[in-house]
């Protein structure tokens, strides 16, 4: 049985070694496509795709695979261990010299996240944690913050979401502000930066798996906005919804959004 712990360092090295090759080939000159739908992708984020592969499957063979800039395979739904990856979170910021942009990998087992790194490398900060273990920024320990009201709450996401009259129960004032990638907003939570971070729409698990970890093991509670715990590596990788936040404020924010219904 692998230990936790040679599969975080395992996961931390290779997003260490990822972001400097994103920042090395953004330097050398990206070529950038559009995906269906419209999303951009760089020739960065394929490149990373490719290096985490090889890196990430070439020393634990026998765990499945899921990445936003691979082809996604139903061969992983067999597998009890699978890395989840997003080669680089936050392109446009990548590609804008925006320094909100991380490399997120997560390790699943059994449908739960069990070791996770953000690595965001133009600010220098590394978030790790494993199941039960605790969560790090750059090797010290964080902690969700301790917020346990509403009012003045700084929040990470769009302001649009809670503004209008379909709120039964209406919002306080709260304060927001936008960070590219989910999977950093999700980091700053854990670190006490910001006290939530919400998304009412279905989010990729590349996008959230790490995160989730790195949150709960800082102490936030992360689910969708019913309240519900997710579920990883299933048929379809998407959680509802997002709602990240310090614990005090969580139950209090999916008061108000229960009456959201789920998107389809």
């Given at each position: ?62 765990y499945g695979w899921l990445s936003e800039e691979t082809a996604d395979s139903p061969d992983r739904l067999s597998r009890r261990r699978i890395f989840v990856v997003d080669p680089i979170d936050g392109t446009v910021a990548y590609m ?169």
């Amino acid at each position: 049985m692998i230990d936790l712990a040679d599969d975080l360092e395992l996961i931390r090295q290779a997003a260490i070694d990822a972001g400097a090759l994103a920042l090395a080939e953004r330097e050398a000159g990206l070529k950038i496509e559009a995906k269906p739908g419209g999303s951009p992708v760089t020739s960065g984020d394929l490149k990373v795709d490719a290096l985490l592969r090889d890196q990430l499957l070439g020393a634990r063979p026998d765990y499945g695979w899921l990445s936003e800039e691979t082809a996604d395979s139903p061969d992983r739904l067999s597998r009890r261990r699978i890395f989840v990856v997003d080669p680089i979170d936050g392109t446009v910021a990548y590609m804008k010299r925006t320094p909100w942009w991380c490399v997120p990998i997560a390790v699943i087992e059994d449908g739960a996240v069990v070791a996770a790194v953000i690595h965001a490398p133009e600010v220098g900060e590394t978030y790790v944690a494993t199941r039960g273990g605790g969560a790090t920024r750059n090797g010290r320990p964080i902690t969700a913050s301790d917020a346990d009201t509403l009012e003045d709450a700084s929040f990470l996401g769009d302001a649009r979401l809670i503004e209008g009259p379909h709120w039964a129960e209406p919002w306080p004032s709260v304060r927001f502000e936008k960070r590219n990638a989910l999977a950093y907003r999700m980091a700053l939570v854990a670190a006490g930066a910001f006290d939530a971070a919400i998304a009412l729409t279905p989010k990729w698990d590349w996008d959230v798996a790490a995160g989730s970890l790195i949150a709960e093991e800082a102490g936030a509670v992360v689910s969708d906005h019913h309240g519900r715990p997710w579920r990883f590596n299933q048929p379809d990788p998407r959680q509802a919804s997002l709602v990240c936040a310090a614990p005090a404020l969580h139950p209090q924010i999916v008061r108000r959004c229960r009456a959201v219904p789920m998107a389809d």
